[in-house]
């Protein structure tokens, strides 16, 4: 990872409702548990992520190490993005193509995960968000970004919708994470208060939310690593 600022990762999709604000803070629970001092800046008007750190320390969890920060205005995220020290982890959750907050969102990150549901339709928003990316990257840089289906469920994988969308990400030649998440009430139940790592008790559902969330983060990391010039 950079040594030098703090790693950025963005969370976005061009569709609402597949999952950013619940990535974004599955996310947040892996880094602070492997002891990165993560703060989360909330894009979204509808501020979900600072409701959810709200309503998490009013049920009694610490969420040690994180921090949730409303973003206004553009300019607000500019200057946060530019306050943060090498040791933080940054994770902006932002939502849509046309909202202003994308360009910098984007434009710094270090990694960009875009979430999806498996569905043709959403998978075509995708696409022109990707093309975004690279056009937000210029000559210079190419941002590193994947697509990372979410809320899949068991049966999904066979059928037609299921395929004809990862058909459209293979034709597209789109980055795509080999570790999708599942569609699981734990997910949900994070993502009105806690975290994989305070949630009691530590039943058969957390611990398989927790690998999956583990096998996420680690193919996150290698993505980080490999972008990373030694
Ligand atoms: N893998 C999953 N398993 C179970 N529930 C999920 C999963 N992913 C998302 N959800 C639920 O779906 C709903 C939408 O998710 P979330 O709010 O994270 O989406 P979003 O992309 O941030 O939406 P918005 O665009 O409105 O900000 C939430 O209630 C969330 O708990
Ligand atoms: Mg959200």
């Known amino acids: 990872m950079p040594e030098q600022r703090a790693v950025q990762i963005t969370v976005a999709s061009p569709k609402g409702g597949v999952g950013k604000t619940m990535t974004t803070i599955l996310l947040a629970g892996e880094f602070a548990a492997a002891g990165h001092r993560v703060t989360v800046l909330d894009t979204d008007p509808q501020l979900s992520a600072l409701e959810w750190s709200k309503n998490s320390r009013r049920a009694g969890y610490a969420l040690s190490n994180i921090d949730v920060i409303p973003i206004n205005s553009t300019d607000e995220l500019i200057d946060r993005l530019a306050q943060s020290d090498a040791e933080d982890l940054l994770l902006v959750d932002v939502q849509g ?8 969102a984007v434009a710094n990150a270090d990694f960009v995960l875009i979430p999806t549901k498996a569905h043709v339709f959403d998978v075509k928003q995708c696409l022109g968000l990707i093309r975004h990316i690279r056009s937000l990257g210029g000559r210079h840089r190419e941002i590193p970004y994947s697509v990372m289906l979410n809320m899949v469920s068991g049966i999904e994988h066979n059928t037609m919708a299921f395929r004809t969308a990862i058909q459209l990400l293979r034709q597209a030649d789109a980055s795509v994470l080999e570790t999708f998440l599942s569609q699981r009430p734990t997910f949900a139940s994070i993502a ?17 939310a927790r690998d999956q969330t583990n096998a996420l983060t680690a193919e996150i ?9 030694q």
């Open 97 to 104: 193509t046309a909202v202003a907050a994308l360009g910098p």
């Open 192 to 208: 009105t208060a806690g975290t994989l790592y305070e949630v009691q008790p530590v039943n058969k559902a957390v611990q398989d």
């Open 221 to 229: 990391i290698r993505k980080l690593n490999g972008a990373t010039p």
